[in-house]
């Protein structure tokens, strides 16, 4: 389900920040800017002329190997996630990031010095609502080959629960978790990117780490290290004196927590779902997550959150009053009690109607359908919605006394829930195509609380009534 909740929020002033791309070893500037309702969360390469902008949303995603990379014409985002971490951490919504190189730059590995620029700027609230995915019914999704496993599960709020297993004796399993979203930039944001020593080998070989140092990634060392290995890395890291402390990790750094990779990954995790393109309400488990399963499942989820907006329940002001009440749609319809399935008309266009019915355990059909167990028909939820399609066809004509509406053919009816009596039916129908000569394709949806029940296509035409005369 898809709910507003608090205001939506950009970023009190820009922000200016620069460092090394940790792959490409180039500096990058970069700029945080406060950005409207509405707009999300963007990058723009500001070294092309014109510009490129590219949404941070899960379809960009081109690669995963080591970080998240997007791409839109050719046109790359490189290393995306610790950013894009510590603006949900920050709870922020909209924000257009300016940058002069295609790699975000690797600062400490972790998302704090971001976090800690954002709390500087100051967050402000502006004036619409923010558009949550609330996680009904458990969320999973699977790599077979790796094992790797995330769940989503209905809550109140949103947490995160991480667990890593890389089946070593240096760095085994771990687990991280973060209760609430306002602890991100305390709890998670310092934990630095990790890598194994094997790995950091290979990517130096390849030429995939030039602005690495050991400030800015925690190297485990799982296997020993030799001579030449060492004079190497004392090399790549312009360092006089490389040695391995007794937890297992290269020197010069000090963990910040015991657990500081599981706490990385969760990070990660974080970022990456940032690219469903708004904040997620449930609890998120993830074993063995990584920047593939992750943005696969925020492509997932993203899908999801598309299919639902097209059956969004409408948003009623029910201080006003309908624009046609039952009486009134008897003036129009030639339908009657108990036919009559439709009793307020809360929104009409030339393009589409909201429609409203009160199931009441007075409706004739319950006394067979069924006794002891009353639901209402799911022909009867389709004979109710194109009653009220009926009103937008008949709104086109002038006398619309005179004139009755036929179906003509029903397409793609699927029913979700079951109606019970005390419900309150609320009907959404749009048009498909333009009205033409009386016949009106229309597409239909009903909702009870918020929820879809029914659903299909409806084609219907207009006839004039025969004179009785």
């Known amino acids: 389900m898809i709910k507003q909740t608090t205001p939506q929020k950009t970023l009190a002033k820009s922000i200016r920040l620069e460092g090394v791309g940790l792959h490409s070893g180039k500096k990058i500037d970069l700029e945080l800017k406060p950005a409207e309702e509405n707009s999300g969360i963007k990058f723009v390469r500001t070294d092309y002329n014109p510009p490129v902008e590219i949404p941070a949303l899960a379809n960009f995603v081109l690669r995963t190997e080591r970080s998240t990379t997007l791409i839109k014409e050719e046109v790359e985002i490189q290393t995306t996630e610790h950013l894009l971490a510590a603006l949900i951490g920050s709870s922020i919504n909209n924000c257009t990031i300016e940058i002069n190189g295609s790699e975000l730059p690797i600062l400490d590995g972790s998302s704090k010095p971001y976090c800690d620029a954002i709390a500087i700027a100051g967050v402000i609230e502006q004036d619409e609502p923010q558009e949550v995915f609330v996680v009904q019914e458990v969320l999973q999704h699977k790599d077979p080959d790796t094992g790797s496993e995330i769940l989503i599960v209905p809550s109140d709020h949103t947490s995160y629960s991480v667990m890593i297993d890389f089946e070593t004796t240096v760095l085994g399993t771990q687990n991280a978790v973060l209760e609430r979203i306002d602890d991100f930039a305390k709890e998670i944001a310092p934990a630095r990117t990790f890598s194994f020593l094997h790995e950091l080998e290979q990517l130096l070989d390849h030429?995939?780490?030039?602005?690495?140092?050991?400030?800015?990634a925690i190297v485990y060392v799982n296997q020993p290290l030799a001579n030449a290995n060492m004079e190497r890395l004392k090399k790549a890291f312009g360092k006089d004196q490389i040695t391995v402390k007794p937890n297992g990790i290269l020197d010069n750094l000090k963990l910040n927590h015991t657990n500081e990779a599981a706490r990385h990954k969760l990070l990660d995790l974080v970022g990456d779902l940032a690219l469903v393109g708004m904040p997620i309400q449930g609890k998120i488990i993830a074993t063995k997550p990584g920047h593939k399963i992750n943005t696969n499942f925020a492509k997932e989820i993203a899908l999801l959150i598309k299919q639902q907006k097209k059956c969004h329940a409408p948003v009623i002001?029910?201080?006003?009053?309908?624009?046609?009440?039952?009486?009134?749609?008897?003036?129009?319809?030639?339908?009657?009690?108990?036919?009559?399935?439709?009793?307020?008309?809360?929104?009409?266009?030339?393009?589409?109607?909201?429609?409203?019915?009160?199931?009441?355990?007075?409706?004739?059909?319950?006394?067979?359908?069924?006794?002891?167990?009353p639901v209402m028909p799911g022909v009867l939820q389709i004979e109710s919605m194109a009653q009220a399609g009926g009103v937008l066809v008949l709104s086109t004509v002038p006398d619309?006394?005179?004139?009755?509406?036929?179906?003509?053919?029903?397409?793609?009816?699927?029913?979700?829930?079951?109606?019970?009596?005390?419900?309150?039916?609320?009907?959404?129908?749009?048009?498909?195509?333009?009205?033409?000569?009386?016949?009106?394709?229309?597409?239909?949806?009903a909702f009870v609380n918020d929820q879809l029940v029914s659903e299909g296509d409806l084609m219907a035409q207009i006839s004039r009534r025969k004179s009785t005369n």
């Open 207 to 216: 030429g995939l780490i030039k602005g690495g140092d050991l400030n800015n």
């Open 317 to 373: 002001d029910w201080s006003k009053p309908p624009v046609m009440d039952v009486n009134q749609i008897m003036d129009m319809l030639p339908h009657r009690p108990p036919f009559l399935l439709v009793d307020k008309i809360l929104e009409l266009s030339d393009q589409h109607v909201i429609g409203l019915k009160n199931v009441t355990m007075n409706e004739s059909f319950f006394q067979g359908h069924f006794p002891g167990a």
């Open 400 to 445: 619309p006394e005179n004139y009755l509406t036929f179906f003509m053919k029903i397409d793609n009816v699927k029913f979700k829930r079951p109606v019970y009596p005390g419900d309150t039916l609320i009907f959404k129908l749009e048009l498909l195509t333009p009205i033409r000569r009386g016949i009106c394709n229309m597409r239909g949806l």
